[in-house]
């Protein structure tokens, strides 16, 4: 039996941090390792120590084996835990700590390297009695065989990578001709994502559910699960929302899940913590679909309601003690949901943004909310990495208690300057089918329309009116400093002082009179509200709108007013008093719809395109899109390079639509 004296975590972000805050706990000393990106980041200060290990991109830094390992040698480290993701499930890695003497807080390699391939997964577990989905896991590849039997499987299927994670690589196929492309598409991804083409073809199971069962094992043959999470709120295969109990079960389905993970746990020898994830269909039947080898994102959720601390766990078993109970010691009570909170954009297919975290407030510490969170203020949100900003979980005596209290949570949580899925999730935890446990994994898809922005329009005359009063007591504020900053600035004498400001894609005037008492009379169209500010800081304003009084906190970023509204950020932007001319030429341009990296340039200066051409190849986390001319023309500016890092909005490609081939060559 070891004992750990010195802990490298081989991640960053929320993970990093709940890793480290566990070591304090057991008196185990930290080392943070971080790229260069992160040389300032929240992981890297609460740790005890931190170790260089390369530049921003994650292939050289955070997925660098060599540089990972030395950083542990350097700081005289004896174990590393790797979090999720980066090299959490890489056999190699394992192999390597051992090799270097570390203990690696994880499964074996041979578990690893068995359980990195879902097709070996499946046939292992089947052999073990586990249902799968009828599907085909077999060594033959050709494009033809996977064809006959995705038509033997029955459609529609779904193709998934054998090396995949993260929904890469995947696609449902619903009809007969759309399988070839589709083989070939996902053989080119997962080659890509993965450098391992094969491909495991499953029914794919309409309207399922996603109920996967946390387990731990030790290395005494000590085997138990730690209960079931449902994971079934996902957009693009990828969860968003988790809890712990799932309202899809009965009492003998949920004790027949659990068996099946223990059992499919047992055949493999698991040991250390690990998820064995099913599909749920609606005729209560259920299938394996893998094992994650890992802490998983969700693990909080089984924190919550059993009060297990699994990081500790994790350790101690590394240590080679074991388990500290047996299966009828553990017991759950309550509810626990977590959800979790990205930089991205759900109006725009959950594009992930970036920016910098101008304003931060985490929810106030109360009993039962937990965050996990990687990022403060200041922090830049990039492109080099997972979106994910934070971790909101809640635990209530039962599911309505613990729903109430993350939405409270997540209103109560301040992240100014980037765009995140904020409101998107609060409307999510507020529809009546998922209030009520009725969601399966399109849920998302299906209400999406349901789920975008409704209440934006009330929300953006309020957040007008704030942002219009902030700014106004911000000169006043200068006005005392700076006596010649004039006031109550008018264009007519004869009306009322009024801003225009723009909110979203609308423009919305406001106008304001002072009345007596300290108060305004505030009016936009023919609606109008009484506002009196009662208290103002920089970064705040407490207002009292028709008699309601509250705080709002506002943050300035960028040329923009960022007003805290109950159902999230609202953005008001400040229009100049003369607008400036609509450039027409604007629309020849090609711009950046996403934060991103540009992966590949298909165009030469001086090349004729016709509108739709593709012209450049952007790439963002887990995202490729190619960017299209928006007219006929030559080409006459590429702003960028291969592998430039653009913002959204940075001009890329210029296309002359005046211009021919004729009179191109001529200038050339
Ligand atoms: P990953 O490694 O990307 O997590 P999984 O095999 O765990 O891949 O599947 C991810 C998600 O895809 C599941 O949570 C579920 O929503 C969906 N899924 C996977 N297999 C099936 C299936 N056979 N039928 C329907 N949906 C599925
Ligand atoms: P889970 O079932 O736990 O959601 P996923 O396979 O979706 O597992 O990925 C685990 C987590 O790791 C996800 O939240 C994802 O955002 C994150 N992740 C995935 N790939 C990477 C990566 N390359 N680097 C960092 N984090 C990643
Ligand atoms: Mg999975």
Redo the contacts with the bound molecule.
């Keep these: 039996m070891s004992s750990i004296q010195k802990l490298l975590v081989a ?3 929320e993970i990093a941090i709940r890793v480290m805050r566990t070591c304090r706990a057991m008196g185990i000393s930290t080392v943070a390792v971080y790229s260069d990106a992160d040389l300032r980041a929240p992981h890297v200060r609460f740790a005890g120590e931190a170790v260089r290990i390369g530049p921003s991109a ?1 292939i050289e830094s ?2 660098n084996i060599a540089n990972v390992i030395e950083a542990a040698r350097r700081s005289g480290a004896d174990a590393i835990h790797p979090g ?3 090299l ?1 499930e890489n056999a190699d890695f394992a192999a390597a700590c051992r090799r270097a003497g570390l203990v690696f807080i994880g499964p074996s390699e041979d578990t690893i390297r068995m359980m990195g391939l879902k097709t070996t997964a499946r046939q292992l577990v089947s052999r073990a009695g586990t249902p799968t989905a009828p599907g085909y896991d077999g060594d033959d590849q050709s494009a033809s065989t996977l064809r006959l039997k995705a038509l033997e499987i029955g459609l529609p299927v779904l193709i998934k990578a054998s090396a995949g ?3 890469k690589g995947m696609r449902v196929v619903r009809n007969a001709d759309a399988l070839e492309p589709a083989i070939e598409g996902s053989r080119r991804e997962a080659e890509k994502a993965f450098g391992d083409g094969a491909l495991l073809l499953e029914k794919y199971i309409e309207k399922a559910r996603h109920i ?1 069962v946390q387990i731990l094992g030790d290395s005494y043959g000590g085997l138990i699960h730690l209960f079931e999470r449902e ?1 079934s709120i996902q957009r693009r295969h ?2 968003i929302i988790e809890e712990s109990p799932s309202p899809a079960l009965t009492p003998e389905l949920r004790e027949r899940i659990f068996e099946a993970a223990v059992a499919a746990g047992r055949a493999i020898g698991y040991v250390n913590g690990g ?1 064995v ?1 099913f599909i749920l269909a609606p005729t209560g039947e259920f299938y394996f679909i893998e094992v ?1 080898t ?1 802490l ?3 693990h909080p959720v089984t924190e919550m309601i059993t009060g297990l601390d699994l990081v500790q766990l994790q350790i101690e078993i590394a240590e080679g003690k074991p388990l500290p109970f047996a299966q009828r010691d553990v017991s759950r009570t309550g509810h626990a949901i977590e959800a ?1 909170l990205y930089a991205e954009d759900p109006a725009n297919d959950f594009l992930p943004a970036t920016g910098t975290i101008h304003g931060w407030t985490p929810p106030p510490s109360i009993a039962g909310l937990r965050i996990d969170r990687g990022v403060e203020q200041g922090t830049e949100v990039g492109v080099h ?4 900003l934070a971790k909101v979980i809640a635990y209530g005596p039962d599911r309505i208690g613990a729903l109430r209290k993350l939405a409270y949570g997540i209103r109560q949580t301040t992240v100014h300057g980037v765009q995140t899925n904020q409101r998107f999730l609060l409307r999510l935890l507020e529809h009546p089918d998922f209030q009520a446990g009725d969601f399966h994994t399109e849920f998302v898809a299906e209400q999406l329309h349901e789920l975008l922005d409704r209440d934006g329009q009330a929300d953006a005359k309020i957040a007008a009116v704030v942002a219009t009063l902030y700014l106004h007591k911000t000169r006043e504020a200068q006005a005392r400093i700076l006596p010649h900053v004039e006031l109550d600035y008018r264009n007519n004498p004869y009306r009322d002082p009024s801003v225009k400001v723009m909110v979203g894609t609308e423009t919305i005037e406001v106008g304001w009179r002072r009345l007596d008492g300290g108060r305004y009379a505030m009016s936009i169209e023919d609606w109008q509200v009484i506002a009196q500010p009662v208290e103002f800081e920089p970064g705040s304003i407490r207002l009292t709108l028709d008699g309601a009084q509250r705080l709002f906190s506002v943050t300035e970023a960028g040329g923009q007013l960022i007003v805290q509204m109950q159902s999230g950020p609202v953005a008001v932007r400040r229009l100049p008093r003369y607008p400036e001319s609509n450039a027409a030429a604007g629309q020849a341009d090609t711009s950046a719809p996403m934060p991103g990296l540009v992966s590949k340039i298909l165009v030469t200066l001086g090349q004729e395109v016709h509108a739709g051409d593709p012209l450049v190849i952007l790439e963002a ?2 995202m490729e899109q190619t960017l299209v001319a928006a007219t006929d023309g030559v080409v006459e500016a590429i702003m960028v390079k291969q592998g430039d890092v653009v913002a959204p909005g940075d001009v890329l490609v210029h296309v002359n639509p005046q211009m021919t081939q004729k009179n191109a060559d001529e200038k050339t």
């Design positions: 991640n960053r972000g994650a955070y997925l999720y993701g980066f959490s994670g993260g929904g996967e994971c990828q969860k998820t994830e994650n890992r998983q994102v969700e979790r990495y997972d979106p994910m986390m887990k």
